[in-house]
């Protein structure tokens, strides 16, 4: 049988052999003090109660007006929430808190230096900040409501102070993560039409002052290239009056904030009442192919939704210290750091640097030191510190309450150690999943009132309805061991309104594939879709098989990389692993496993490869059986911590590995790459000619455009 003549099965035909996992329920103490411990809530956000239902949430805001449409579908699927309905995202964060509780921290910043003392900034203090930046960017800079402002920040205070400072002014701000390239930043920055840029000198990670500044003149250079002229660079210092970078300052164009600020000093700007559906940010997706997506995120309806799954699913209260580890540039940040914390009034921590630095143990260092309740986390960071620091967090009295985990899909064997080892078998955990689309969880277990169960996110959150569909739009049942593509039935309060500047994009992305009527103005009609193949237990919990394009077909079975590489990690030396195709002539699709050993281990090789292809054979069956498992000291990664396994699957597939100057280790694929290629030469896998058609598989491999 020959390549071309494998049948590709539909994208939602993925073959699913998950084992289901046993339930883990909350501790009484955690019950006992819990915002969501009522089993009503589910009634009242049933689809019969929609979209009134989502009033609950709105009213933990302070509104200037009240609105008068909840859910507005004139102009599907364009939807609108709160109309008529006027606020201010900055009062919502820090103004209304200045009564109750002024002197309380609203954020902790942690420099990642341990020589360098931590900041508390107490919600007057933000609020100074806050006015004093907004007046600059008022004066000095000279924007206005509705300009779109880009800030190229690491994990520095400024960052927040930024945000809420363009929200008090209804300026949209565009974030754009700072461990992204100059000309990244540059192509968002002519996406989105901004003519100001804020940046700063330099930042730590990983032991080392990084010059950023660098960035600002490639992504000035980008944009202008693009059409758009940026008019001033505003600079914030890392270390006040001094500056940290080798990269010249542009006369007339770049200038230190800390030097201008001095003129603003104490100044007060009123908010602008903003209508609930005007725009309050951007945030760009990382597809890695065309046009950067702007995702534009709604005031009113953004807002409530992340106050709301703030306060149930995170379980945040105003005493609590709640610390999202991950990167304000990213969406869990803006909705888990900034804008769902500070809206409910607790007080929130950011860290500067590097999760290992200097050593594996020092998140449970901070988490002690600052007496942290609730922890939220990526897969990707928990794998890291599993790996490179199993027995750190037992050295530390620390104990949390609640724990999160965002991003990605996490494996039962990594939950468990998250579990026990860093929840001290004492923490809930609520394993998320949402997309940057759609502004806060669509699906998570509520922590007091529903079990937790390794592998599986839970069902959808209060107002969402997910559902299955095939590839045909029929209903793929719960229970019934098949899986396909995930779809809400209805719109939500945090969803994008849309693709800034391509509303077609938007519309033939997220809706168009199982639209029943174009011309509908009923949001039944108009069930959106995520994009992720996914697969319903007959409890109604959903277990996520990542992205329709993270799928490998051996033989015309679609096996999900997450269950493979789920299988691999039962394998006790394996801290990290990744699953990707090779082309193969008899079969279509084989998979190869790449595996990263947990430290001081000497490889057996033969033993951990029988390990693993018995791991899989044991979890999912024969058909999954590897072509090849190799053991490597690290896998390519990403700034923040993503494997890139496009780089991998073209080792594997001899092709052109494309650029990896923006790894965070890009010194590793050389080395892999004459491994891995060398080996098979020696057991006669030779490359193999590859039609275009291959070859842009392969380079598309990994990726969640």
Request: hydrophobic fraction near 40%; include cysteine; proline fraction near 7%.
């Amino acid at each position: 049988m020959t390549t071309e003549s494998v049948q590709q099965p539909s994208e939602a035909q993925i073959a699913v052999h998950w084992r289901e996992e046993e339930y883990f329920y909350p501790p009484a103490s955690f019950i006992a003090q819990a915002n969501g411990t009522d089993p009503g809530l589910f009634d009242r956000f049933s689809l019969e109660n929609f979209p009134e239902c989502f009033k609950e949430y709105a009213d933990l805001l302070d509104w200037d007006a009240y609105w008068h449409t909840t859910l507005d579908t004139s102009n599907p699927p364009f939807w609108k929430w709160f109309v008529g309905g006027r606020l201010n995202a900055c009062v919502n964060c820090v103004d209304r808190h200045l009564p109750s509780r002024a002197n309380q921290a609203a954020l902790i910043w942690v420099p990642e230096p341990e020589t360098e003392a931590t900041a508390a900034i107490t919600y007057r203090e933000l609020w100074r900040r806050v006015n004093e930046f907004a007046a600059l960017l008022k004066g000095f800079a000279g924007v206005e409501t509705g300009d779109r402002v880009t800030f190229h920040l690491p994990m520095v205070p400024e960052l927040p102070v930024s945000m809420l400072a363009c929200a008090r002014l209804g300026v949209i701000h565009s974030e754009v993560f700072g461990g992204f390239s100059g000309p990244a930043c540059g192509g968002r920055i002519a996406d989105s039409g901004s003519k100001i840029l804020v940046t700063i000198d330099g930042y730590y990670r990983g032991g080392e002052l990084i010059d950023h500044k660098a960035k600002a003149d490639e992504a000035v250079a980008t944009a202008r290239e693009q059409g758009v002229e940026i008019e001033k660079v505003l600079v914030w210092r890392r270390h006040p009056g001094v500056y940290s970078s080798k990269t010249p300052m542009v006369e007339g164009r770049d200038f230190f904030v800390d030097e201008i600020l001095p003129e603003y000093r104490d100044a007060l700007v009123d908010p602008v009442s903003m209508p609930a559906e005007a725009p309050l940010f951007l945030m760009y997706t990382s597809g890695t192919t065309g046009k950067p997506k702007g995702c534009q995120h709604s005031t009113g309806g953004y807002l409530a939704y992340v106050a709301g799954t703030s306060k149930y699913y995170q379980d945040i209260h105003p005493d609590d210290t709640y610390w999202c580890f991950a990167d304000i540039g990213w969406i869990t940040g803006h909705s888990y750091i900034v804008y769902g914390p500070l809206s409910l009034g607790t007080t929130s921590v950011m860290y500067e640097g590097a999760p290992t630095y200097p050593d594996p143990g020092r998140p449970w260092r901070i988490a002690e030191r600052l007496g942290v309740t609730t922890f939220h986390t990526a897969p990707t960071t928990i794998r890291m510190l599993r790996k490179l620091g199993p027995d750190e967090p037992a050295k530390y009295d620390y104990r949390f309450k609640h724990m999160t985990t965002v991003g990605e899909p996490i494996e039962p064997e990594v939950w468990r150690w998250y579990h026990q080892v860093v929840g001290k078998g004492q923490a809930v955990i609520v394993d998320t999943w949402w997309q940057t689309e759609n502004g806060g969880f669509l699906g998570s277990t509520m922590p007091a009132l529903q079990p937790m169960k390794p592998g599986s996110c839970g069902p959808g959150v209060l107002g969402i309805h997910p559902v299955i569909y095939d590839e045909n739009g029929e209903e793929v049942p719960a229970g019934s061991g098949k899986a396909g593509n995930i779809c809400i039935r209805n719109p939500w309060p945090g969803i994008f309104e849309t693709i800034w500047g391509q509303p077609e994009r938007f519309v033939q992305t997220y809706y168009a594939k199982y639209n029943r009527d174009p011309k509908s103005t009923d949001w039944l009609d108009w069930p959106y879709l995520a994009g992720d193949g996914a697969v319903q237990a007959a409890d109604g919990y959903f277990r996520i098989l990542g992205r329709v394009d993270d799928v490998i077909n051996v033989a015309g079975h679609r096996l999900g990389t997450k269950e493979l590489e789920s299988a691999t990690l039962t394998v006790e030396e394996i801290a990290e692993a990744a699953a990707v195709p090779v082309i193969d002539e008899l079969r279509g699709r084989a998979v190869e496993m790449y595996v990263a050993l947990k430290p001081g281990l000497t490889p057996a090789v033969d033993e951990i490869e029988a390990k693993v292809t018995a791991a899989i054979e044991r979890e999912i069956g024969k058909i999954a059986r590897p072509k090849n498992v190799w053991i490597v000291p690290d896998m390519p990664k990403t700034r923040s911590g993503k494997i890139m396994r496009r780089v991998i699957a073209a080792v594997s597939n001899f092709t052109d590995i494309g650029d990896v100057t923006t790894l965070a280790n890009p010194e590793i694929v050389e080395s892999i790459q004459h491994k891995v290629q060398a080996a098979k030469l020696e057991r006669g896998q030779s490359p193999i000619e590859l039609t275009p058609e291959q070859i842009a598989e392969i380079q598309a491999f990994g990726s969640v455009e």
